[in-house]
Structures are given as C-alpha cells and as structure tokens.
C-alpha cells in the first residue's frame, strides 16, 4: 500500500525552527550564557588593576578571590555548574603560574598558548575534512553528523573553521607580542579585546555555515535523513 507524504507546512517549518533555536540557545547556556561572557572577563579586569595598584600578590589574591564569589554566586542560583567550576579551574592555574614564576605576565601565559593550540586544531580538521565548526555545532545541537555526506556542507564548515582558526592564530601572534614585551596592562585589554568579542564573530560565521548547510541538506534529502 503507497504511503502519501504531505508537503510541509509552514507552521511545521516554523515549529521545526525553534526547535533548531532551542538547542542552540541551550548550547550557549551550557557556555555559561551571556552573563557567564561578563563573569569570565572580571577576575582578569581585577588582576591587571590590582597589580597596577598594589602589586602581584595582591593581584593574584583578588582574581582567585572573585573568580571563588563568581563560582559561589552561580551555584548559588543553581546556574550550570560547568562554567562556573571552569572559570574558577582557569583562574586558579594561571594565577598558579604567576605566583609561582613571580612574574605577572605569567598570568596570560595559558591562554597565549592555549589560542596557539586552538589554531592549530582548527586548521588540522580542516586539513583531516572534519572541521570542527562543523562537529561541534552539530554535536551541541543534537544534528548527528549527516552534514559530511555532502561536500557543500563541508565546505561551508571549512570557512567557518578557518574563520576561527585565523582567531586563535590572530590572539596568539598578538599576545605573544604584548607578553615579549612585559605589557601586562595591554595583555589584559587584548585577552578581553580579542577573546568573546572575536569569538561572536567567529560563532556568527558558524550559524551562517550551520544555516547554509541546512538549507542545502533540506534540498539534496539529507535533512532528516538520520545519523551516521
């Protein structure tokens, strides 16, 4: 017996959507938020102004001490426990670093190499055809990886990846410089200058890439054809 498929509506569009929506917006949440960008920012705000104020020790104290408050704070309001616990993780081994080496630009030394890594990761899925905008965007949004079965999909993801592979690369180049320098005050602008603000950026190339795929899987049959 032939099984008539009806075409979809526009309400089944629009519900599926927000569902994209949802799990997108849980992906965030699962970062932390917006408000866990802003929290993210402030021990590194405090431990650039205290050591210009009082000195290292003093710096180290108040980032570790307010990243604590933060973590407290978030669990506190039964917020994920994930980023506030990472946060606090983060802090508390590049101040780790700093008291140890005595030396304040120490502090940024994690992350200067932490983007060097980045870079390379996203650059060397590119290279192995596993782009990681795409991975995880799909992965975090629950889409299977279907996306690869088609080359236009990869190739969006492939942007995407280098977008923020050239982000990773454009951190590390410039706070190498600034850490060589022994500027720690414009090391702390530009770890806030060229972290999130950038890192939207990059997410905005992934939701166009995301976008684009999705429309060119809805079009070749692959949408809603399953995992693999």
Known sequence: MKTTTFPE???DMQAKRTTDDRKQASALDRAG???GLVYSALPVVAFVVANNVRGLKVAIIASV??????????????????????????????????????????????????????????????????????????????????????????????VATLVLAF?????????????????VGSLGFAKLAMGYPLLALGLLVVAWAARCSDKRLKAVGLRHAGRS
């Open 167 to 183: 982000i990773f690369g454009a951190r590390f180049v410039v706070q190498r410089y600034l850490y060589e320098a022994d500027e």
């Open 33 to 35: 938020g917006t408000k």
């Open 9 to 11: 509506t526009a309400t």
């Open 65 to 158: 001490a307010l990243a604590v408050g933060i973590a407290a704070e978030r669990l506190t309001r039964k917020e994920s426990i994930q980023p506030a616990l990472g946060g606090l993780f983060g802090v508390a081994i590049a101040a780790g670093i700093s008291w140890y080496t005595g030396s304040a630009k120490d502090y940024f030394l994690i992350g200067i190499w932490g983007s060097l890594a980045g870079a390379v990761l996203f650059l060397a899925s590119v290279l192995a055809r596993w782009p990681l905008a795409g991975v995880l965007w799909n992965s975090a949004t629950g889409k299977g990886s279907i996306w690869r079965a088609d080359r236009h999909s990869r190739l969006y993801y492939d």
